[in-house]
């Protein structure tokens, strides 16, 4: 019965269309979009164009990069595939000739900014399954993944990574890695059984939508505020 | 003789406990004082929960990640033992909660601290000691593992490392890491054989009072003031 | 005929010494020039002599460690070599007795830095080309070893990267590193096979060369400026 449910929704979403070939199309939408935020970031500080690229880079690719190195898993993505580092490269230089058209599509970005770090989670959540089977690095890997790219576009920017202080985003990066690992090892028990499909998109889904909710809500996380007496 | 001696002393200090369990028992003292002080940093600069998270675990495992990953010894140690990646995040939390207590106590994070640095010395020093006969990969990743937690978390945090302005830290480290080394290759000759676990309470315990020492006295290294007269 | 005159510019050049010697000479001569100039600017920060010792390695052998864990590439050049790190060391000690010295030599350095660039771009390009057969892979590792140890030294002195905004430097990489590229593919063809050693003295010379023209002349990339309306 859920098995033809899950059919069902699956053949509505997407028809022939596999999962991961979804992850791949909506991996490359949020590497653009980070791309041309990074390189709004790299504007604001007077950059020139080797600046702006490598800030584009970095917010884009950082994050997965990071989470590569850290857990040995190579060759990384953009090293295997440089047709990203180009896409990159292109969106950020496209950027610098029109920054107050993207600026007016702000929210546009903020959607496709949501898109990105549901993607960038689960991706880092499936490299991280691998490492250790309590699923604890699947959810650190989903959690790199998704956030390390905005902190080092900070860092190189010489800034407190925005990150550290803003709406729900590392949250909603362990929320989703969680989830993937929880229905992962759901379906591996034998009366419930999911296809990696719907996992995947389940996941992206709810990353998806928490983050919406975060945004418009504004839901943050308790702040920590200490000034030392002495 | 010194055999007997070394027995006894060893017999005194652990008795059946071996080096390596001490290692691991300060090891984990060491990572939760570091997360503690990580977490206080990211408090000074009004981060969130995940910023404090964040920090702590920078200031704790940092070091020994970066070292992990510039040597190519994987898996990193948080990778095969998440449990201390929770320790650090209960410790950060644990922090928020009573900042002021933590910092009455700031003598006794002080030692905590200098503790830590050994530990984290000699260990660093054990993994670098495999990449290169001259023992030299020893000293470096000693420094390395000591003192990369701190360099981050201040990065992190958009300041100066304070590591390159205080008393004596990294040299600690590197006296801990050769003093581990030399007496490395003085019981690989025939006529004085160190047990490995001797070895290791020796440079753990003068690495300890070094640092004890540089902080009651204020030592430090000289300082180089440039200013460019063009 | 032209492999005669390859031999005898060849011949002129070095008389029986190879490239991969003059490669590594140059190499020497670069990370001592890098080790001192980031000597000076950890002295414009009032280091301690760590802090000097530990900026000085970073711009010397950061951009060649960052690639090499990018790329996954062990053991790093500094791992297998650690008299390099001596080397540096040494060179960075010495810069603190004689700053102004130093200073007063600083059209020496901004030719040996553009000699350090070119010779760390064609490292990085050898190294990157077995990584991807389309070659960006050594384009990505010229730029990454000629500009990440600025990149690093501004970092860990907490301010914005200079190379982001100064004249053409990591442009000077990317030249050298395609170059060599293209220079490679061309001798795989059959109709003109030029040797490694040729190769190498090209593509370093023309990157030198352009590197002394973009100082002199002040080439520089177009800047983004950016400030956001809302």
């Known amino acids: 019965m859920l098995q033809i449910l899950e059919e069902l929704i699956w053949g509505i979403c997407l028809g022939n269309l596999g999962a991961k070939m979804l992850l791949t199309t909506l991996y490359i939408i949020g590497i653009t979009a980070e791309g041309m935020t990074g390189a709004l970031a790299a504007g604001r500080h007077n950059m020139d164009w080797f600046g702006v690229i490598f800030i584009a880079c970095v917010t884009a690719i950082g994050g997965g990069s990071i989470r590569d190195v850290l857990f040995g898993h190579y060759p990384l993505t953009w090293v295997a595939h440089p047709e990203y580092l180009a896409i990159i490269c292109i969106a950020a230089i496209l950027t610098t000739k029109i920054p107050y058209f993207v600026e007016r599509f702000e929210r546009t970005f903020l959607v496709l900014d949501a898109l990105g770090l549901?993607?960038?989670?689960?991706?880092?959540?499936?490299v991280g399954l691998e490492l250790h089977p309590s699923g604890a690095m699947a959810v650190a890997g989903a959690v790199i993944t998704g956030v390390f790219g905005g902190i080092l576009r900070d860092i190189f920017c010489a800034r407190i990574p925005l990150v550290f202080q803003k709406e729900l985003y590392a949250s909603i990066s362990l929320l989703t890695g969680s989830l993937y690992v929880i229905l992962e090892f759901v379906s591996q028990k034998d009366y419930w059984i999911l296809s990696e499909n719907f996992i995947i998109m389940v996941a992206l889904f709810?990353?998806?939508?928490?983050r919406l909710i975060a945004i418009r809500y504004h839901l943050g996380l308790p702040t920590f505020k200490y000034t030392p007496k002495s």
């Open 206 to 210: 709810v990353g998806f939508v928490a």
């Open 118 to 126: 549901a993607v960038f989670s689960v991706i880092g959540a499936r």
